[in-house]
């Protein structure tokens, strides 16, 4: 059963500062990986979505990763700024065509 | 290009009422999914359809239902309301098959009381 992992579950950090979330899956056999962030009470905006034969995909200062053959996923955000804070999450698609979600790293940007 | 659209925004029903929410995908997006998000069980997936069938299905009771219309417009009913049923519904769009991306719409905010 794939199992979604997101490490740290927050994260504070000053403005300007790079930073690294991670994500974790059990079943290598997935079809793609997508990041989202959500603000609180709204819904989730789709950040980068890497197809299973891709390494990376990039938009601005957003860069993420995937490694299927060790199950990782790291979103690197370049330059962190306050209205970078939010809540973002990892979501894989499985083998059955179902999306199975991380919980998520809460991150907060200090001015 | 509109993205997807749901309404209501907000609701407010009492214990033991039906609801119905309504979700508009991309022109074009022909599969659009539905989620229940609480702050104790995270995002819970509720069903899928494309081009007007049910394709998956999660482990909700048959109290929650849906369907899809020809335009590809979805709706989602809830009977006999429970106060747990208390969640932000979120609608999501794909081209074609889901696991292509998703786009989400802003949610409904449901509080049963």
């Known amino acids: 059963k794939q199992e979604v992992t997101q490490i740290p579950a927050a994260l504070s950090v000053p403005e300007g500062e790079n930073l690294v979330l991670n994500c974790s899956f059990t079943d290598s056999a997935i079809y793609n990986l997508q990041w989202f962030r959500q603000d609180p009470g709204k819904g989730l905006t789709s950040l980068l979505l890497?197809?299973?034969s891709q390494r990376e995909q990039t938009s601005g200062r957003l860069n993420a990763s995937l490694d299927k053959s060790s199950g990782r996923s790291t979103l690197y955000i370049a330059a962190s700024q306050p209205g970078d804070s939010a809540t973002y999450l990892c979501?894989?698609?499985?083998?059955?065509?179902?999306?199975?979600w991380g919980a998520g790293t809460k991150l907060i940007i200090k001015p | 290009k509109a993205g997807v659209t749901q309404t209501p925004r907000y609701l407010i029903k009492t214990r033991g009422q039906q609801v119905t929410l309504s979700c508009s995908p991309i022109s074009g997006h022909r599969s659009v999914s539905w989620y229940q998000q609480t702050p104790g069980q995270g995002l819970q997936f509720l069903f899928e359809y494309f081009s007007e069938t049910q394709r998956n299905k999660g482990n909700f009771p048959g109290r929650f239902s849906g369907r899809q219309f020809s335009n590809s417009r979805s709706e989602m009913n809830v009977s006999t309301l429970e106060l747990g049923d208390s969640a932000l519904y979120l609608c999501a769009s794909s081209a074609t098959e889901s696991v292509y991306g998703y786009t989400f719409g802003s949610g409904t905010r449901l509080t049963v009381v």
């Open positions: 890497i197809q299973s």
């Open positions: 979501a894989v698609w499985d083998s059955n065509y179902q999306l199975i």
